[in-house]
């Protein structure tokens, strides 16, 4: 295979190790959790995006540090890549204090307010409008930031998907629409549930601009989410990008997955985002197989370590149950 | 002192809040040019602006959804819901966002909004333009709840809210609007969370809300007649709830009416009735505790049916009396 490797404006060749690592930060920290459930050792639920990173991690790729995400049900990727710490994440699916919610919010309502993740969110669909919303306050304050707003094929169902898409298309609002089409909605293939090829052609009934990217390939993302940041960062209004994916797990933690066939399961793992990036990586020159695996080898111990931070973290005690419900 | 409408008094609060304060803003359908469904915001975008007076589409998911991202990242949204039934469609982004964010991050972020929303019956408007809602938004944690009687309170009231830190519904009662107080030219503050005694008296304690306040002081004065002294309290807010105030009130009559147009069934009167019963002021009680509230009915077109559906002056007189077994 030989590729010239087009970054876009927004990422330097040197930032690409780092976005290696958030890839394999994410599915170790994932992988870990899967295993947490499966042995009882955390409880709730859990929605996890292995066979994702590469739509979370490309598409972040691309922000400022002052720019804002709102993240969904399935969210861990987006919180790492937007720049969360392991230790936060595992010490809140553990329910510790240490926690990024301080173990009140779990897997579904990670955000990091600060870092400008305005959180995960269990409603689907629910983050079409509060996404919008944010890049309001950008547009009337003039903070020159933009928001990307993670959505999944089944919320583009929702009403909340109209409704915000075409308030953010009449405001022109610094705002882009990124969904991350997994092909399952639950148990629903996007194809049973959705009467046209391409969520992205739904741009059009906005007048904004709809783009599909390989949503596996972590440049190709990166490079169709660059037009839409710039598009909004100058004031020309939101857009879609559709990038298409794979949910190599389940739906949550309980699911046997009868809805599809192994058969497909391993087609898509054949363009495993990870290996893809390394693959064009090692080609281009950017490292070596022998520095990859040492990237790879620095995240597992990195979410090896954030086990420990959050088994040896506080329990909250039962005083900061009615804490935090009013400013 | 000069008198102003209750429907002015909203109007000046929100218009001297935007004077000091560039991060508020009013959003919602018709707000503009035409003043709103009742006319409360007319005038407002030619001194403010169409960005701060901010016509939105008919979208009422999306325009709450809007405010809850503008208010976790800055800003002090005013939101304008046509109608409180419309509360239905807004419900998910005040119930499941609005509400629960601060507490589900642990802490960080806030939501400093007001819905502001005509409730109520009276106009011919029928079921889906009359209802008395509060009792669901009072039962959510993270919300404030307020409900002003008169044109005094709703200034200073609104001007609390705005000012508050969380997401705060504010009922206008249709009814109210037209009626007038004394109300100060300068800004003035009421806080959430205080009763108001409208009337003094030592026989029995009327707990009254919205507009029942006024029929209750109607009632008041008739009962005055027969030489039966009513105390008058209006809560003023829901959520938080002044039940002290109450409480003192009963210990000194040994009688309590509860009296709202809401449906009686599941009701915000059952929650006051329960709280007195719980309190130390039930020993004081000399009689059952009496609640009137709307019949459990869609409300009707039919001027005298509609009547009908909610409490009256004569049904406030007779529930005083039967506690007293003065019938």
Known sequence: ?327 | MRELTYLEAVREAMSQEMRENEDVFILGEDIGVYGGAFGVTRGMIEEFGPERIRNTPISEAAISGTAVGAALTGMRPILELQFSDFMTIAMDNMVNQAAKIRYMYGGKGKVPMVLRTPAGSGTGAAAQHSQSLEAWMAHIPGLKVVQPSTAYDAKGLLKAAIDDDNPVIFYEHKLCYRTKSDVPEEAYSIPLGKADIKKEGTDVTIVATAIMVHKSLEAAEELEKEGIHVEVIDPRTLVPLDIETIVQSVKKTGRLVVVHEAVKRGGFGGEIASLIAESEAFDYLDAPIKRLGGKAVPIPYNPELEKAAVPGVSDIVTAVKETLNRL
């Open chain 1, 1 to 327: 295979m030989t590729q010239k490797l087009k970054l876009p404006p927004q990422v330097k060749e040197t930032e690409l190790r780092e976005l290696y690592k958030q890839m394999w930060l994410i599915r170790f920290f994932e992988e870990k959790v899967d295993e947490f459930f499966a042995k009882g050792m955390i409880h709730g639920t859990t929605h996890l995006s292995v066979g994702q990173e590469a739509s979370a991690v490309g598409a972040i790729a691309v922000l400022e540090d002052k720019d804002k995400i709102t993240s969904t049900h399935r969210g861990h990727g987006h919180c790492i890549a937007k720049g969360a710490t392991v230790n936060g994440m595992m010490a809140e699916l553990f329910g510790r204090t240490t926690g990024y919610c301080k173990g009140k919010g779990g897997s579904m309502h990670i955000a990091d307010v600060d870092k400008g993740n305005l959180g995960a969110n269990g409603i689907v669909g629910g983050g079409f409008a509060i996404a919008a919303g944010a890049a309001l306050t950008s547009q009337m304050k003039k903070e020159g930031y933009v928001v990307l707003c993670f959505f999944g094929d089944g919320a583009s169902n929702e009403g909340s998907f109209h409704e915000a898409l075409n308030l953010a298309s009449i405001w022109k609002l610094p705002v882009i629409f990124i969904c991350e089409n997994n092909q399952y909605g639950m148990s629903g293939p996007v194809k049973e549930m959705i009467n046209i090829e391409d969520i992205a052609d739904r741009a059009a009934s906005y007048g904004i601009p709809g783009k599909v990217v390989d949503g596996n390939d972590v440049f190709d993302t990166m490079n169709g989410v660059s037009e839409a940041v710039e598009r909004a960062r100058n004031g020309e209004g939101p857009s879609i990008i559709e990038a298409k994916t794979y949910r190599s797990k389940g739906h949550s933690k309980s699911d046997a997955k009868k809805y599809r066939t192994r058969e497909e399961e391993k087609e898509w793992l054949l363009r495993d985002p990870i290996k893809l990036m390394a693959e064009v990586m090692i080609e281009e020159g950017i490292f070596t197989q022998q520095e990859a695996d040492q990237i790879k080898a620095d995240a597992k111990k990195e979410v090896e370590e954030s086990v420990e931070f959050a088994k040896n973290s506080p329990e909250p005690t039962l005083d900061a149950l009615m804490e935090d419900i009013y400013a």
